[in-house]
């Protein structure tokens, strides 16, 4: 999360959609604040509400036998919150936790229902938005299964980054262990080699991006191929 929340920027999703469908579901939402660790839903919870975060950002964690969880996904401004509900899932499979404080434009579930309705570009966009996770998550299992973690930790960081909008980003050892489901020792190695290679700063419990461009190379392919599946299907 970062140290304090930025400026806000439009949904990309909603971009996305005509000039006509986009203010016309604008109309219909409310802006509204998110918090840091505030839990949107959790597994089983009813989706009240989709949730088109602009400069928040979300984690998406998977939960079993009462463990923390561990992240599959985050949401910034270029997706959306509450998406099952245009596959007519009414209730939430994952636990939704802000990691980033900041803005977010809110749609009733009722609402969404009706623009779904009014909007096929809609319907189309959030289709394919879903396609874009599920090869996110996909490439999740894989990616804690082959890869090391300093690659693992590299492709979060910048996934944070892109969300967070900022390079200064509020991230403790044991939160970052939650993301990559690893022993805080290994984040501590793995973060530890990547300041060594003058790519990131940390002290105080705030990772600094110092070199974008390098800690990209230390990633694995898997952050360049999300990237590339949301550019094919949605931008």
Known sequence: ???????PVLNRLLEALPILDRARLLDRCESVSL??????????????HIHFPTSAFVSLVSTADGHDGLQTGMVGNEGALGY????????????TLVQGAGLAWR???QSFEQELL???TLKRVLNRYVCVLLMEFGRSGLCNQFHQIEERLARWLLTTQDCAHSP???????????????????????ATALHTRQLIDYRRGVITITDRAGLEN??????????????????
Do not use: F
Not at 85 to 95: E, F, H, I, K, N
């Open 1 to 7: 999360m970062t140290t304090e929340p930025t400026a």
């Open 35 to 48: 918090v840091a660790a505030q839990v949107l839903y959790e597994p089983g919870d009813a989706i009240r």
């Open 84 to 95: 099952e509900l245009s596959l007519d899932v009414q209730s939430a499979p994952l636990r």
């Open 107 to 109: 749609l009733t579930a």
């Open 118 to 120: 009014q909007s096929s």
């Open 168 to 190: 200064h980003l509020a991230l403790t050892h044991e939160v970052l262990g939650r993301m990559l489901g690893v022993r805080r020792v290994g984040i501590t190695n793995a």
């Open 218 to 235: 230390a990633a694995c392919d898997c952050y360049r191929a999300n990237r590339r599946s949301y550019a094919d299907l949605i931008a």
